[in-house]
């Protein structure tokens, strides 16, 4: 999608805006594409928050070691080097829905 994204918006804008205003659109639409997916998929798991079966197969409930620490770097306020490696080096999708279910503020994320 942003690979996509940016070769399309930075062609359309390149002859209005030239190519690095072009490219800077595309980062700002790409960014603002990716911060609406994150809000989205926590939302969903913010839903599935009661959920005690989906739960169980995350490892949420009862807690498990790796989720037990996963939840404790994920609740500490700021972005220190543990948070920053789990919210980039996880895939977007089961990790955003992870900080839904774990009832985690949208702004920490």
């Known amino acids: 999608v942003y690979l996509t994204g ?28 990716k911060l609406t997916a994150i809000v989205l998929q926590q939302t969903i798991g913010y839903m599935f ?11 949420v409930d009862p807690p498990n070691e790796t989720m037990t ?3 404790e770097i994920l609740e500490t306020p700021g972005l220190g080097a543990g948070k920053v490696m789990i919210l980039i080096g996880g ?7 992870l900080t839904g279910i ?6 920490q994320m």
């Not at 399309?8 to 790409?30: D, N």
């Open 6 to 33: 940016g070769i399309v918006i930075t062609e359309a804008g390149r002859k209005s805006w030239g190519f690095y205003g072009a490219m800077a659109w595309a980062i700002v639409v790409c960014y603002a594409i």
């Open 91 to 97: 895939p977007d999708w089961p990790t955003s829905v």
């Open 49 to 59: 928050e009661r959920n005690a079966k989906l739960k169980a197969m995350v490892g």
């Open 69 to 71: 620490s996963v939840k």
């Open 102 to 107: 774990l009832k985690l503020p949208y702004g």
